[in-house]
């Protein structure tokens, strides 16, 4: 019973190991739809093979996602057209997960396979909580807009306190404007009431006008101004009538 048993255990792993140079193949690779996704969502995860000079490739692989779930799968049953092996994978809980996929000798009775060679290759994902960045986009968003008015109450009360220096300057110029008006004025009412005080002095004095000056004629020979003499009057003293004689 015991040598049976030993058969039936030892029997695939000569099988697979017979036919190992047959059909080797390599884990080149691991890639991912998205290296982000929200939680909950499905992982599209692609491992990559180098499948060169094989025939009928086939392996065991196992898959650790990061999160304390493994797969082990074995590709080839169908043969080639199960390379690139493509899985599906959703996690649970926010945070960053490192997807690691290695070779692994896959007991299955005469469907046994050794393990896939090539290094373990890893693959980076970030899972993030949907309705957690969408209220942190929502608050930054808003912040955004706060810090926009902000900014726009400041340039507003800028604006203000500018227009408020500009008024109080054309003020402070109208005020000078009536100033120098008034002072032109006060002078002028000063000098008038210095005239009428001096023509008031020289009429109670009894002080004639002063006379008006003679004009003066200036000849072109002469250029001495002299005073035109009164023309004097003819005289007549017997009062007779001159008559005009006959003929003349």
Do not use: W
């Not at 047959?22 to 890639?31: C, M, P, T």
């Not at 692609?46 to 082990?72: H, M, N, W």
């Not at 200036?218 to 003293?237: I, V, W």
């Amino acid at each position: 019973m015991k040598t049976q048993i030993r058969q039936i255990v030892i029997l695939p792993i000569l099988f697979a190991a017979s036919i190992t140079t047959l059909h080797a193949q390599e884990i080149e690779g691991v890639r991912l739809q998205a290296g982000r996704v929200p939680a909950g969502a499905p992982v599209d995860i692609q491992i990559l093979f180098s499948l060169a000079g094989v025939t009928k490739p086939y392996c065991g692989l196992e898959v650790r996602y990061g999160d304390g779930s493994v797969q082990v799968a074995r590709p080839g049953l169908n043969g080639s057209q199960e390379f690139p092996v493509n899985l599906t994978h959703s996690y649970k809980s926010p945070g960053q997960y490192a997807i690691v996929v290695e070779g692994k000798f896959v007991n299955r009775g005469m469907n046994s396979a050794l393990a896939c060679s090539g290094s373990p290759k890893t693959a980076s994902i970030l899972v993030f909580d949907e309705v957690a960045e969408r209220a942190a986009v929502e608050v930054a968003q808003q912040q955004r807009e706060l810090s926009a008015r902000e900014a726009e109450l400041r340039r507003l009360s800028e604006q203000i306190e500018s227009e408020k220096k500009a008024q109080v300057a054309r003020e402070q110029q109208l005020r000078e404007q009536e100033q120098a008006i008034k002072a032109r004025e006060d002078a002028a009412k000063e000098q008038a009431l210095r005239r009428k005080e001096a023509e008031q002095k020289n009429a109670a004095s009894g002080s004639p006008p002063a006379p008006t000056p003679a004009k003066a004629v200036t000849t072109p020979t002469d250029k001495t101004t002299k005073a035109l003499p009164t023309p004097a009057k003819a005289e007549n003293p017997s009062g007779d009538v001159k008559k005009p004689i006959d003929g003349f």
